[in-house]
């Protein structure tokens, strides 16, 4: 897959290649797109932020725009692609302001 085939701010459901090489279904809330990766959470496991190379999604299943009332927001500082030069994983919470958090 390739950048443009993914939207920032977007419900996307796909199937996916994990560091082991196994495929994996995948829920993920898409918050930025990178040059060769974007930034993630899993909204059905542990809701961490993940670096997903576009080259490990193998298939979209299911995707959704999020409304912007529905939006989860983070700092965008913590998205910008240099914070992600040397990280996968990154544990961060996320609100929205529509949810009252």
């Known amino acids: 897959m390739i950048r443009n085939d993914f939207k920032e ?3 996307i459901t796909v199937t996916w290649k994990d560091k ?9 809330y898409v918050y930025a797109l990178l040059k060769d990766a974007m930034i993630v ?15 490990d999604v193998l298939r979209v299943v299911k995707f959704k725009d999020v409304a912007p009332q ?4 983070i700092p965008d500082e913590i998205l910008k692609e ?7 994983i990154m544990m961060r ?9």
Request: net charge positive.
């Open 93 to 101: 919470y996320s609100s929205s302001p529509h949810r009252g958090k």
């Open 20 to 28: 082991e090489g196994k495929l994996r279904p995948g829920n993920f």
């Open 9 to 11: 701010h977007s419900r």
């Open 70 to 73: 529905d939006r989860y927001m």
């Open 82 to 88: 240099s914070n992600w030069k040397d990280t996968d």
């Open 41 to 55: 959470r899993a909204t059905d496991k542990d809701g961490l932020l993940r670096k997903l190379p576009y080259a």
